[in-house]
C-alpha cells in the first residue's frame, strides 16, 4: 500500500513536471491525481497483457504518466471552469 502511494506521488509529480504551464494544484491532489494515473495505466498495460495491475512495469509507468498529464488537465478545466462561474 505505501509503495503504490509512492508511486502516486512520483507518477502525479512527473505529469506536473512534463504539463506545461502552473498547476494550481497540492500535494493531495497531486497524489490523488497520481494514483488515478496509475491505476489506469496499471488497467491498461493488463488488457495489453504486458503485467498485473499491481505490478510495476514500463509500459504501464508510461501509460500512467500520460493519464495523470490528462488528469491534470481535466482538473485544471474543471478548476477554471468553477472559477469563471461565481
Same mark, same amino acid.
Given at each position: 500500500?505505501?509503495?503504490?502511494?509512492? @508511486? $502516486?506521488?512520483?507518477? $502525479?509529480?512527473?505529469?506536473?513536471?512534463?504539463?506545461?504551464?502552473?498547476?494550481?494544484?497540492?500535494? *493531495? @491532489?497531486?497524489? &490523488?491525481?497520481?494514483? @488515478?494515473?496509475? *491505476?489506469?495505466?496499471? %488497467?491498461?498495460?493488463?488488457?495489453?497483457?504486458?503485467?498485473?495491475?499491481?505490478?510495476?512495469?514500463?509500459?504501464?509507468?508510461? %501509460?500512467? %504518466? %500520460?493519464? @495523470?498529464?490528462? &488528469?491534470?488537465?481535466?482538473?485544471?478545466?474543471?478548476?477554471?471552469?468553477?472559477?469563471?462561474?461565481?
Amino acid at each position: 500500500m505505501i509503495g503504490f502511494i509512492v @508511486a $502516486g506521488l512520483v507518477i $502525479g509529480a512527473l505529469a506536473r513536471l512534463i504539463k506545461p504551464g502552473k498547476q494550481n494544484l497540492g500535494l *493531495v @491532489a497531486t497524489l &490523488l491525481l497520481g494514483l @488515478a494515473g496509475s *491505476v489506469i495505466g496499471g %488497467v491498461i498495460a493488463n488488457l495489453l497483457g504486458t503485467g498485473d495491475i499491481f505490478e510495476l512495469n514500463v509500459l504501464g509507468f508510461i %501509460v500512467a %504518466v %500520460v493519464a @495523470a498529464v490528462l &488528469l491534470i488537465g481535466v482538473a485544471e478545466g474543471l478548476a477554471g471552469r468553477r472559477k469563471g462561474s461565481v
